[in-house]
């Protein structure tokens, strides 16, 4: 028995309109190489320095896939979710906008759009607009989430 309290929100907690921030994670070589040894994509405009330099962006970018699960890191990090989320269920009209690049250091904005009460679940879906921005405030990825919450215990 444990006296774990979670403090993420209860689906009754979210409003419409609410908006979290979350905080900035800088994009390394590591990160990249880690990915691609985990996902098996190794594709050269992540991986080689000098065919990436012929392409369009002029230098290796990150994988729109690692960006998005550091989203979700990040996301989780904040604590909304944790302990109150009982399944993350849908990515929907995700656009990556602009490449991330080694040293780019990315934040999350999150923002409530709608609530769906699911009592059959024990609570609700919760539908989140995200917007991915990089250290000079540009979007480089907007989706929306739904993530399945918990009802508050009474």
Known sequence: MTDYQPRGMYFEQFEIGLTTVTAGR????????NFAGLSGDYNQIHTDVEFSA???????????????SIASGLAAQTGILEGTIIAFR??????FSKPVFIGDT?????????????AR???????????????????????VWTALMMSKPE
Do not use: C, Y
Not at 54 to 68: D, E, K, N, S, W
Not at 90 to 95: F, P, Q, S
């Open 106 to 118: 990315i934040h999350v904005e999150l923002k409530v759009t709608e609530t769906k009460p699911l």
């Open 26 to 33: 800088t994009i390394t070589e590591s990160d990249i190489v």
């Open 90 to 95: 849908e990515i929907n009209n995700w656009k």
């Open 54 to 68: 012929g392409t369009p962006f002029g230098q290796r970018i990150a994988h729109g896939l690692l960006v998005l």
């Open 121 to 143: 679940l024990g609570g609700g879906a919760v539908i989140i607009k995200l917007r991915v921005k990089n250290q000079t405030g540009s979007t480089v990825m907007t989706g």
